[in-house]
């Protein structure tokens, strides 16, 4: 006599579909990444601007800019110098790389955590996003967060001398601390990669 299966509690079944579902409830994070992209575009815009009219001798937005950057120096900045264009445009790229950060995390936060986007054969498919999952999104963040930190480091050694020994010792080992968390995250993707390849 063969033993009988008990049937499945039908509550179970509606658990699992809520907690499935849930997933849903990242979309207003995402959708909050976003509005805070569009403040990233009006502040790189405001940023471009005063850039611009500082080039054609506004003393307002020249100073505007100097204020933005923290550039300090014992003679007033009267004219737009070579120091605080490589400053505004370090800033500038900052933004770009942030914003790049972005686009990361939603697009690809979207397709890993929450639905899929349908976008195999569109012509403007991001390259990394065909064979995106959560390891390569954390080796792709990894990355960008490195850049970030280089740009502001750069930003800092260029204007060492509004900073103190101190504040320059700690970017740089918090430079080199984000360096070595993103080696070991992709040393540890490596291995993960290597082992499910084996067992395949």
Known sequence: MSEKIPLKDPSMRLLPRIIFASRWLQVPLYLGLIAAQAVYVVHFLVELAHLIEAAFGNQTALQALVTSIGYKTNVPVTTLNETVIMLVVLALIDVVMISNLLIMVIVGGYETFVSRMDLEGHRDQP???????????????AT??????????????????????????????????????AMAIAYTDKIMSSVQHNKH
Do not use: C, M, P
């Open 144 to 181: 960008a967060i490195i850049g970030i930190s280089s740009i502001h480091l750069l930003k800092t050694f260029i204007n060492a001398d509004n900073y103190t020994d101190r504040v320059l010792i700690a970017q740089t080992v918090i430079h080199i601390a984000f360096l070595l968390s």
């Open 127 to 141: 390259e990394w996003l065909s064979h995106v999952n959560a390891s390569v999104l954390k080796v792709k963040l």
